[in-house]
């Protein structure tokens, strides 16, 4: 099975300012999607962003963007003027081509952003 | 479109009792995944269906659990008994399987209390 990590558990940006959220990912897959979701205390689950792996550009929405390292396997999520509405946990996802169209999920980083 | 409705939003019960948890997935959707959602375990995922069959129930807790898809607009999972640590978020999810269509869409989310 595919596994997705994401080795920040907590982490806290000021108002204004911009972070970085980490994710690595084990795929023998070549061609695959991405995704970032964000989950505020509502519990709604939102897509922020995504990512196709054939893509070499990184995407954008936004304020935020994605740094996509194919050979490294990571995908980072950088949320540029952070705002209080930002606070929620994000969680980082991956989806096969060949694997039969599951999600994995990381376990999530919960954002704090600090007036 | 209206989105994956998830049924009820919330739910408290008590140990020993039958429940049901419904989801409406997004019309042309043909994946539907079941996930649980806990400060412990994190995102799980149960079960997941392609086109109304069952694909991977790898997930599923045990045998108080099952869930069904008797058509392309309506599934259920089924918890019974039911034992306080079934307590969690449920959330019902869906996508297309077409190529480059990508995302999951989740419901709200079902919040199940068992006491």
């Known amino acids: 099975a595919q596994t997705v990590t994401q080795s920040q558990p907590e982490m806290s940006v000021q108002e204004a300012e911009t972070v970085t959220l980490s994710c690595t990912y084990d795929t023998s897959e070549s061609d695959y999607y991405l995704f970032w979701y964000k989950q505020p205390p509502s519990r709604q689950m939102i897509l922020v962003i995504r990512?196709?792996?054939?893509?070499?550009q990184n995407a954008t929405e936004n304020r935020f963007s994605v740094n996509f390292q194919k050979a490294a396997k990571s995908f980072s999520l950088k949320i540029s003027d952070s705002q209080l509405g930002d606070a929620a946990m994000y969680f980082c996802?991956?989806?096969?081509?060949?694997?039969?169209?599951?999600?994995?999920f990381g376990t999530g980083t919960s954002l704090t952003v600090i007036p | 479109d209206a989105g994956v409705i998830q049924s009820p939003r919330h739910e408290v019960t008590e140990m020993g009792q039958e429940v049901t948890l419904r989801c409406k997935p997004i019309s042309g959707h043909d994946y539907l995944f079941w996930y649980r959602q806990t400060m412990m375990r994190g995102l799980e995922l149960l079960i997941y269906?392609?086109?109304?069959?069952?694909?991977?129930d790898s997930g599923m807790p045990e045998d108080r659990f099952s869930a069904k898809m008797p058509n392309a607009s309506f599934s259920t999972l089924k918890i019974q008994p039911s034992e306080p640590r079934d307590s969690a978020v449920y959330f019902c999810?869906?996508?297309?399987?077409?190529?480059?269509?990508?995302?999951?869409?989740f419901g709200e989310g079902s919040r199940l209390t068992v006491l």
């Open positions: 996802a991956y989806r096969g081509s060949n694997t039969g169209n599951q999600f994995y």
């Open positions: 990512q196709e792996a054939y893509k070499q």
């Open positions: 269906f392609n086109n109304n069959v069952p694909i991977d």
């Open positions: 999810a869906t996508s297309s399987g077409r190529a480059g269509a990508g995302e999951l869409f």
